[in-house]
């Protein structure tokens, strides 16, 4: 159950598409008969007219209002191909005003790679913010996502580790701390944006995230942000140090992962997140060392899977949060030296895999944890009962399925 990250389809380009003009006129006057026509029909169904008068002579008045009725067909046959030559007139002004926009952005956009590419972490930050402003001002969602692609690509690349502050190495030491700040700049930038309404102006809502192996060693503010729509990728991120705030983050709709990631120090906020009718993955992820903190976050209708993750240190917690109506699954699962709580969380409606699961040391407790409805199901799990399980078991209003070793419960 591992997401799979592929970059977004291209969506519709701006590319100028015209008819010929015969073609274009020649369907105009088509639909402008047929409308005519339908016109004139109804007028006449209406008005209760039954048949035409044959026997009527053609006298003066008559044969001026024909010729009135005929300067007027040619007047709206050219006011028709004015409206025609316009159109495409607008058109073509629209693209060319497009491409110049286009061309104006490649030229921002080049200068602030180079920017991002020297060599000093003062330039650097210079190039970051001016790609961040491209995203802003981008001509169409196409161009702000390569803007917010070439970010990420800088989060991802390799740095060199801090050398410690051993005076020996004062100036790498330095040198590590200014380019960290940089990448943290890039972070900051990036959870701003996505707080901001979608539509609205900086507003990156709705544009694919890849932060794939990114190191988050330092506080960091996600809380409010809104990703929904957008594949949104940690893969293998490690987060090791710092307090980085998704508190009140909304994941609807799209694809979270964090497979693979580790979470071996400081304090990760997922409390009142959530998670709503899309696919959320911890995959083989590692909780071993810090705080992770799903505390009062809501997973309704969505597939969230902790499947083969590691809890072997640190506390993880799922304190009063709610999964409803989806599949939640903890397949194969290892519990080894973590202390996991699942104090007051709720199981409505869902189907709650934990099979395979090993429960070997540490402290994982279901105290105060309801289950309504759906299934819940231990089987193949080896190792100590879970604390407050079975008396979580008994108050179930749906089946719990326990391993023959844990002595099943039948509520």
Not at 110 to 129: E, W
Not at 353 to 379: C, H, I, K, M
């Amino acid at each position: 159950m591992t997401a799979n990250w592929k970059p977004r389809s291209a969506q519709n380009d701006r590319e100028l598409r015209l008819w010929r003009v015969g073609w274009a006129l020649g369907l105009a006057f088509a639909a402008a008969v047929l409308v005519a026509g339908g016109i004139f029909y109804s007028l006449v169904v209406l008005l209760g007219y039954k048949e035409v008068d044959s026997t009527a002579k053609l006298d003066a008045k008559t044969l001026f209002d024909l010729v009135k009725l005929s300067f007027g067909v040619v007047a709206g046959a050219g006011a028709l191909v004015a409206l025609v030559v316009a159109y495409r007139r607008q058109r073509v002004d629209e693209a060319g005003a497009h491409r110049e926009a286009t061309r104006l952005h490649t030229e921002r956009f080049s200068q602030a790679v180079d920017k991002l590419g020297s060599d000093s972490p003062a330039v650097q930050l210079g190039g970051v913010h001016a790609l961040a402003g491209l995203a802003d001002d981008a001509p169409d969602d196409n161009l702000r996502q390569t803007c917010i692609d070439v970010l990420c690509a800088y989060l991802q690349l390799p740095f060199t580790p801090d050398p410690g502050d051993d005076p020996a190495h004062q100036e790498e030491h330095h040198r590590y701390l200014a380019f960290r700040k940089v990448r943290h700049t890039i972070l900051r930038l990036i959870g701003d944006h996505y707080r901001r309404p979608k539509g609205t102006h900086r507003s990156w809502q709705g544009c694919d995230l890849d932060l794939t192996g990114v190191t988050i060693d330092g506080t960091m503010s996600f809380k409010g942000a809104n990703f929904a729509g957008a594949r949104v990728s940690f893969d293998d991120a490690n987060f090791s140090g710092g307090i980085v705030s998704f508190s009140g983050a909304h994941f609807s709709g799209g694809i979270v992962s964090f497979s693979g990631a580790h979470f071996s120090g400081g304090h990760v906020h997922f409390t009142g997140a959530t998670f709503s009718g899309g696919h959320l993955y911890f995959v083989s992820t590692t909780f071993s060392g810090g705080r992770v903190s799903f505390a009062s976050a809501s997973f309704s209708g969505s597939t969230v899977s902790f499947a083969s993750a590691s809890f072997s240190g640190g506390h993880v917690s799922f304190t009063s949060a709610t999964f409803s109506e989806g599949h939640v699954y903890f397949l194969a699962a290892t519990f080894s030296g973590a202390n996991v709580n699942f104090l007051g969380a709720t199981f409505s409606g869902s189907e709650v895999s934990l099979s395979e699961v090993r429960f070997f040391g540490g402290a994982v407790s279901f105290d105060g944890v309801r289950f309504f409805g759906g299934t819940v199901s231990f089987t193949e799990a080896t190792g100590q009962v879970p604390s407050g399980l079975r008396a979580a078991a008994i108050t179930a209003s749906g089946p719990v399925v326990f391993p023959d070793a844990w002595l099943p419960v039948n509520p």
